[in-house]
């Protein structure tokens, strides 16, 4: 009776699921070695929440149990965010400043690439925000490389069952 009481409502099952093969993806080794993404606390956030936007993006629109789907998700994302600066060692009284700084980072970034990516075909402005916000120190020279591999992204998903993604199962396109 007690797991059935503290079982997480589908939606919320799904999300979690959603995240777990979110980050795998975003944790590929080849988006650090081939497309030169910093490995860092920095780097891994642009990452999640670039797949977290993908994903989103591709659940927007697409009837109530996927909206609800992409809110869990994104619920989880900002948990995650959430207990990684803990884990980093930030206090308590200064994880509500840095959780508003992370929020509004993602915001700008997902109205930048919703910008960039409605500028299509032209990938000037793609390859531009992902040059400053996801490369650090003068790496911005695989922004084409990056802004191809989010592209291909976004076909891959385009191209699967909304069912099958609001069931946890996403098939990435490889780094």
């Keep these: 009776m007690l797991k059935r009481l503290f ?3 589908p939606a ?19 988006l650090y070695t ?11 956030f642009e ?9 989103l993006e591709r659940l ?30 930030v206090g308590d009284l200064s994880v509500g400043k840095k959780m508003r700084k992370l929020g509004e980072a993602f915001y700008g ?11 299509l075909p032209d990938r000037t ?8 916000t996801v490369y650090e120190d003068g790496a911005a020279e695989n922004a084409p490389a990056l802004a191809e591999y989010v592209l ?7 191209t699967q069952d909304v069912d099958a993604i609001c069931n946890g199962v996403v098939a990435w396109a490889k780094p």
């Design 152 to 158: 291909a992204q976004r076909q891959a998903l385009a």
């Design 7 to 9: 079982k997480p409502r």
């Design 60 to 89: 927007k629109g697409q009837g109530d149990r996927a909206s609800e789907i992409a809110q869990a998700l994104f619920d989880t994302y900002v948990g995650a965010l959430d207990h990684a600066l803990r884990e980093l060692g």
């Design 125 to 132: 402005g793609l390859e531009a925000v992902l040059a400053r």
């Design 47 to 55: 990452l999640y929440s670039l797949h977290v936007y993908l994903l």
């Design 34 to 44: 081939d497309l030169g993404v910093a490995d860092s606390p920095e780097g891994r």
């Design 12 to 30: 919320v099952a799904a999300g979690r699921e959603l995240y777990a093969v979110t980050v795998a993806q975003a944790r590929s080794p080849g």
């Design 109 to 119: 970034r997902v109205k930048s690439l919703e910008d960039a990516l409605g500028a």
